[in-house]
T-cell receptor
Framework: LAKTTQPISMDSYEGQEVNITCSHN???????ITWYQQFPSQGPRFIIQ???TKVTNEVASLFIPADRKSSTLSLPRVSLSDTAVYYC????????????FGAGTRLAVHP | NAGVTQTPKFRVLKTGQSMTLLCAQD?????MYWYRQDPGMGLRLIHY???????AKGEVPDGYNVSRLKKQNFLLGLESAAPSQTSVYFC?????????????FGPGTRLLVL
């Protein structure tokens, strides 16, 4: 499984757009990129997943360049409730579902 | 649907005691997982199951045992608890295997071993 690197922490203010970039230089051809969100005292929650180009859902957007060696999670107009830890994971489709969680990015949204 | 539930929410053990953590899911998922999360770290996979009656070791299996006698339940056992097993334990499930499948997590069990 490809190792991921993401910033340890980020700060933002309410109403701003937040972009969290994840580096995965050794991503393989069949790997998917998935982001999870974890609030304090809760289990992680799936946010978004992509393979290439751009994916958007009601919560976030995921931008993946052509070389797929990095990806950027974009949270539009964050609120205080978006304060959480965000994990970037890379794993191969098929086989058993092994998720490797790094330390994640701690996002703090300020009033 | 309740999703994934875990019992108990919090437990204090003395070194050497045993206990069982229960995970239940009502989504008819085939795959179930047990993770542990230590302060400031991501989750690490302890054991997983790809279906009723099957179990397999994950990243950090030592000191733990698991059983999947019913499809909806996945039990994690500590036979002789050690302080190093103080952690937050999360159970998760997914419909099938593969990282493209969403994993659904429970609320966690906080375990303190004295």
């Amino acid at each position: 499984l490809a190792k991921t690197t993401q910033p340890i922490s980020m700060d933002s203010y309410e109403g701003q757009e937040v972009n969290i970039t994840c580096s995965h230089n050794n991503i393989a051809t069949n790997d998917y990129i998935t982001w999870y969100q974890q609030f304090p005292s809760q289990g992680p929650r799936f946010i978004i997943q992509g393979y290439k180009t751009k994916v958007t859902n009601e919560v976030a957007s995921l931008f993946i360049p052509a070389d797929r060696k990095s990806s950027t999670l974009s949270l539009p107009r964050v609120s205080l409730s978006d304060t959480a830890v965000y994990y970037c994971l890379v794993g191969e489709a098929g086989g058993y579902n092994k998720l490797i969680f790094g330390a994640g990015t701690r996002l703090a949204v300020h009033p | 649907n309740a999703g994934v539930t875990q019992t108990p929410k919090f437990r204090v053990l003395k070194t050497g005691q045993s206990m069982t953590l229960l995970c239940a899911q009502d989504m008819n998922h085939e795959y179930m997982y047990w993770y542990r999360q230590d302060p400031g770290m991501g989750l690490r996979l302890i054991h997983y199951s790809v279906g009723e009656g099957t179990t397999a070791k994950g990243e950090v299996p030592d000191g733990y045992n698991v059983s999947r006698l019913k499809k909806q339940n996945f039990l994690l056992g500590l036979e002789s608890a050690a302080p190093s097993q103080t952690s937050v334990y999360f159970c998760a499930s997914s419909l099938t295997g593969g990282p493209q499948e969403t994993q659904y997590f429970g609320p966690g069990t906080r375990l303190l071993v004295l």
